[in-house]
T-cell receptor, first 109, second 112 residues
Framework: QKEVEQNSGPLSVPEGAIASLNCTYSDRGSQSFFWYRQYSGKSPELIMFIYSNGDKEDGRFTAQLNKASQYVSLLIRDSQPSDSATYLCAVKVTDKLIFGTGTRLQVFP | GAVVSQHPSWVICKSGTSVKIECRSLDFQATTMFWYRQFPKQSLMLMATSNEGSKATYEQGVEKDKFLINHASLTLSTLTVTSAHPEDSSFYIC????????FGSGTRLTVV
């Protein structure tokens, strides 16, 4: 079993809708979770990170953790075409990040 | 804050030659940096953890003699791909930890 798993997509949503991205992880002891956005040919940009003690909201983005089911989700409200990218979930294991394969999001006008 | 600068952004080299990639933390000190490799349409694969003043820790399956890492100061880590071959062509990205993990802009290596 891979340590971090994501559906590769693409996930297609209309402009203005809510995009919901999910990620499952295998290490039940994981404490820190990260979401990155990566445009084609570019390096990842940090969207937000959360700890095991709660969810987090930042502007249009909300990260939620379900420890019992071992998954992390990222909600993007009011999706824009500029949000079209690959979204990478990462879990901190000791001091390093382990990445999922990423979910490609397409927001169409 | 927390800017990581990576250079060069792209490089083309001949098979058999060596290529050095630099990663600098511009506004913070990074005792630890990480080197990733990303093949097209794949995720980031951690290659090694670079520790200032000590030897790097390589992930399983990564050849330490081929991918030389030097972390001589708190702001600079280098990755040298030695005797590069076409299968080493990839996107190499460094990262450092400062209030979240920040990535450099990446280096696209093409070996011809």
């Amino acid at each position: 079993q891979k340590e971090v798993e994501q559906n590769s997509g693409p996930l297609s949503v209309p402009e203005g809708a809510i995009a919901s991205l999910n990620c499952t992880y295998s290490d039940r002891g994981s404490q820190s979770f990260f979401w990155y956005r990566q445009y084609s040919g570019k390096s990842p940009e940090l969207i937000m990170f959360i700890y095991s003690n709660g969810d987090k909201e930042d502007g249009r983005f909300t990260a939620q953790l379900n420890k019992a089911s071992q998954y992390v989700s990222l909600l993007i409200r009011d999706s824009q075409p500029s949000d079209s990218a690959t979204y990478l979930c990462a879990v901190k294991v000791t001091d390093k990040l382990i990445f999922g394969t990423g979910t490609r999001l397409q927001v169409f006008p | 804050g927390a800017v990581v600068s990576q250079h060069p952004s792209w490089v083309i080299c001949k098979s058999g030659t060596s290529v050095k990639i630099e990663c600098r933390s511009l506004d913070f000190q990074a005792t630890t940096m990480f080197w990733y490799r990303q093949f097209p349409k794949q995720s980031l694969m951690l290659m090694a953890t670079s520790n200032e003043g000590s030897k790097a820790t390589y992930e399983q399956g990564v050849e330490k003699d081929k991918f030389l890492i030097n972390h001589a100061s708190l702001t600079l880590s280098t990755l040298t791909v030695t005797s590069a071959h076409p299968e080493d062509s990839s996107f190499y990205i460094c990262s450092a930890s400062a209030n979240g993990y920040t990535f450099g802009s990446g280096t696209r290596l093409t070996v011809v």
